[in-house]
């Protein structure tokens, strides 16, 4: 076949050999040599006629199903029977309609042309001057109106546009950069119950939230008592933890460092806090570390303190970000 | 064989018929358009089948979604609930978490179709998917279709997004672990990421009153409208291209071989959406999808092992799961960890999806344009890179049930997490060169599997092979040439095989 940079296809069996693809090449023509008003039962009226009972047969269940549908919803509607009797509807019509299509309907293979899907190369010429009978206009004698004045005036509209974008939500400010937490708030757990130093027992963990702010998902943190096992701090947090008799007692924040999942499981043999979504593991030991799993940063650790009547406080808010990275987090 | 009483009535029905037509004709002159398409010509493969199963999801899913928007409630005002599930009796929770437990409870009928519009996404996933495959495997996406295959995947994304957003409104804890985490993932973006998130839930996580109007708005209006207007085009230029088909007898690259699409065709599509129904409806009464009173409502201090997303999900979750733990910081900015697997991988995943057309065109300098499909064995390099690809999904999509099946094997999910880490490499190399290596032993074997058999004497030889004799050509009308058609000659590359015609040799009852 001769390459042309747009080869029409409209050749084939019954292409332009014969007439067929030139004359009409669209809608399909369906040569008159072939016959497709055949179907298997045509010349068998018995074995036809049969077919119309099963096919009555099937349709019947269908009729006894949606029957089953409203006296099931009628008293009072049950998924199970509900699923059945929607299975058997649905599943006995499509038998009954394909049965039908396949024995009692024509629908024989016939060859056709593909006929053309591309148009004229004479209408190919046609539109590019219509199209250049606007552009000219518009761009060869008026260009300074698009390029000097439309294009800017555009811009700026556009950008106008954006605006009202903003007011979809609020600016993040330093929404990111603090919690809830403040000095002398005590620790009180999703109930309200605020902590004392001795209500922990040694490997307790409790989840808590700061006085007043039951809830706010991003202060969440874990208290632990860790009892005499040594935490290895950070550099300066070395007094974060509070040391009370035989209690150890630690606070990290619960939201994961890699994806903001609340770091929910606790493996008491290991001393290791585990988020269920990503299974990042930190280590409470050396200062909740990750050891595992995605997370690249340790949980940021609650300063903690006792007040005299023995109530657990923070010190202060968490000194960095918690939860995932993002641009600026280090920036202040 | 038709009676006279058959005959006036058949007439009397023509007449009737040609009065409407002539009446739709008059205003829109519609019976030329209306002709050809009933005499359309659509070719019968059961590959062909699955995109239609998609659409026809489609179609349940707008059904039932439209039932359960008139009980749904986008609100998370905070209330205490009282109704007849009682093992939450007296919980608070979001009013919307409420009204999915209300649909599910007190609507009658309500459970059906909640369970039957989740089940039709996770089908209508998984036939969008094979459908793609099906596209890739055998080089539909060829020219003049690659506009189709763009809209396709275009389908592909949306309808992802459309899922994922339809699984979040629920307000549940499973859900909302998941919108946690994407949460982070726009957080991470650089430079615009916690502004872009903050935009969305119009605050901070969990967002404010506004997000859940904001996600039902999306769910219910905007997808399912940008699903609805991609698969009309998606439709049109299928119309307008007519269908591809597998190489065979008396078909070219020229003509078209198949049924008339009225009346055989279009009955046996409707067969197939009730077929399709059957399945969507049935597994929706019979079988649980997304117990959400399981899992309970959403708290942000709470979340549990085996959290899993929709299975299209899964492959991103799995990623964010096996990427190591790297972060990127410098001068005073960086860049969080789920970047990288939750935006900049899936990204270049679909850059290259979108690109394959003009990609496979370089790597078999084939610019033609192509009716006829080819066999995955005749493009094995094509095959084996769809193949790897293919590993490496799955490898993703286990990664993302880590903790399940790393309980049902009795391994430590670091161990397995490890093991799918190195899998996500060696899986898709190995996959690929297998893929390469079976192309070409079936290539060597030429047994094409969707053609009926070849007629032939088989003969022994000494050395105990067989091999085939004088393969006949058809000589009793039926369709059974031995040769390959248009150019599939097993050599890899589909030159310009045009030309290659045979003739159909079938009457009306020669088949």
Partial sequence: MAETKFPRVFTGAHGPEDGAGETTPWPDDVPPDQDDTWYPLRDDPWRARRMEYVIAAFWAITALCGLGLIVVYCTGGEAQYEGWLLLGAFATLGTGLLLWARYLLPGHDIAASRGHHVSDPEERAAIVESLSRGTDSLMSRRGFLVKKVLVPVGGIFGVAAIFPLASLGNRPGRALYHTKWYSGARLVTEDGQALHVDDIMVDGILTVFPEGYINDSASAAVVLNVGGALVQARHGQADFEVVSGANGIVAFSKICTHAGCAVSLFNVFSMQLICPCHQSTFNILQDCEPVFGPASRPLPQLPLLVRPDGYLIAATDFVEPVGPGFWNRSGD | ?511
């Fill in chain 2, 1 to 511: 064989m038709s009676t006279v009483a058959e005959r006036s009535a058949a007439r009397k029905r023509a007449q009737l018929e040609q009065k409407a037509l002539d009446w739709a004709d008059d205003r829109l002159g519609s019976s030329k358009w209306l002709r050809s398409a009933m005499d359309k010509i659509f070719p019968d493969h059961w590959s062909f089948m699955v995109g239609e199963i998609a659409m026809y999801c489609f179609v349940i899913l707008l059904a039932t979604g439209i039932y359960l928007a008139l009980f749904y409630n986008a609100s998370s005002t905070v209330v205490v609930y009282h109704g007849p599930y009682k093992p939450l009796d007296g919980q608070s929770m979001t009013e919307a978490f409420a009204s999915v437990i209300n649909i599910s409870f007190s609507v009658r009928a309500g459970l059906v179709m909640r369970q039957a519009h989740h089940w039709a996404a996770v089908i209508f996933m998984a036939a969008i998917t094979f459908h793609m495959g099906r596209i890739f495997f055998t080089g539909a996406f060829r020219r003049p279709r690659e506009i189709n295959w763009i809209i396709g995947i275009t389908l592909l994304l949306v309808a992802m997004l459309e899922g994922f957003s339809g699984y979040s409104l629920p307000d549940d804890l499973l859900s909302g672990s998941g919108l946690r985490v994407v949460f982070s993932i726009v957080q991470s973006i650089p430079f615009v990421g916690p502004w872009l998130a903050f935009n969305l839930w119009g605050g901070a996580f969990p967002g404010s009153g506004v997000f859940f109007e904001r996600l039902f708005l999306i769910h219910e209006f905007l997808f399912p409208a940008l699903l609805a207007g991609l698969l009309g085009g998606h439709l049109a230029i299928l119309w307008h291209q007519k269908h591809t088909d597998f190489a065979g007898p008396g078909k070219t690259e020229h003509n078209i071989v198949g049924s008339r699409l009225w009346p055989q065709y279009a009955i046996k599509s409707q067969a197939l959406l009730m077929f399709v129904a059957a399945v969507i409806f049935g597994l929706g009464g019979l079988v649980q999808i997304n117990p959400i009173w399981v899992f309970g409502p959403f708290e942000a201090a709470r979340s549990s092992a085996g959290t899993q997303p929709d299975w299209y999900v899964g492959w991103l979750d799995g990623a964010l799961r096996l990427w190591p733990h790297w972060e990127f910081r410098s001068f005073g900015h960086e860049i969080a960890n789920p970047f990288f697997p939750g935006i900049l991988l899936p990204g270049l995943v679909f850059t290259v999806i979108y690109a394959w057309p003009w990609i496979d065109k370089r790597l078999y300098a084939d610019y033609e344009e192509h009716n006829l499909l080819d066999r995955p064995r005749d493009k094995p390099l094509r095959t084996a890179l769809g193949v790897a690809a293919l590993v490496f999904f799955i490898d993703l999509t286990l990664a993302s049930a880590t903790d399940v099946i790393g309980n049902g094997l009795q391994i430590s999910f670091e161990r397995l997490i490890e093991i799918l880490q190195y899998g996500s490499f060696i899986g898709p190399i190995v996959g690929g060169l297998v893929a390469y290596r079976a192309c070409i032993l079936l290539q060597g074997g030429n047994v094409h599997p969707i053609q009926r058999p070849v007629g032939g004497t088989i003969v022994r030889d000494e050395r105990g092979a067989y091999h085939t004799l004088g393969a006949s050509h058809g000589e009793n009308g039926h369709e059974g040439e031995g040769h390959d058609v248009d150019g599939h000659t097993g050599n890899g590359h589909t030159g310009n095989g045009h030309g290659d015609e045979t003739t159909l040799e079938r009457g009306p009852a020669g088949g």
